[in-house]
């Protein structure tokens, strides 16, 4: 079980997939929160590579509009919503799917895409960025969200600015459009 970090589900528990999900230390959610926090309100949010969907929810805890979670694993999509009915939360949609899968079914841009792959799939990062760019999925002022050990190659030229985070062997970095 993960604690939310703040927001109107603060303290609130939220399950995790027991295989192949490590999921985001409670204070780097809370700092990532801290970081997006003036575009989080009415925000659409994309979470690919759920897991448990807790960066997400965290999001939607803190004002977002609407949250997209995806995930390959069958079993963290069962998971994400079985939180998401738990905090009776109905703004939030889950994906079953494959990230390039689900990218080519969105028609609506998003103001923070969350991306947290599993860490040895480096090349993942810069491939959902350029599929959401070619896409025209990132808002004007958006923001990207990656989280990572090791640093992934990134074409970042399409975005204005970035800030990057350390706390302990995590890594986050945020692109804004």
């Given amino acids: 079980m993960l604690k939310v970090a703040g927001g109107k589900y603060r303290s609130r528990q939220i399950e995790v997939p027991p295989n192949g999900t490590v999921p985001t230390k409670s204070m780097v959610r809370e700092a990532i929160a801290n970081a997006l926090l003036p575009i989080i309100p009415g ?27 995806v995930d390959h694993s ?13 905090l009776k ?53 958006s923001a990207v969200m990656l989280e990572y050990e090791q640093e992934p190659t990134l074409d970042a030229s399409s975005f204005s600015r970035s800030r990057s985070y350390r706390y302990g062997r995590t890594k986050v970095t945020i692109l804004w459009r």
């Fill in 43 to 69: 925000a659409r949010v994309l979470d690919l590579f759920a897991g448990s969907g807790a960066l997400g929810i965290e999001m939607l805890s803190r004002g977002a509009k609407e949250a997209v979670f």
């Fill in 74 to 86: 069958p079993e963290a999509a069962r998971i994400i919503t079985s939180n998401l009915v738990l």
């Fill in 89 to 141: 939360e109905t703004n939030g949609k889950v994906l079953c799917a494959d990230f390039r899968s689900a990218i080519e079914s969105f028609d609506a841009p998003f103001d923070i895409v969350l991306l947290d792959p599993p860490y040895a799939e480096l090349s993942w990062y810069d491939d959902a960025i350029q599929e959401l760019l070619q896409r025209n999925l990132l808002k004007e002022g």
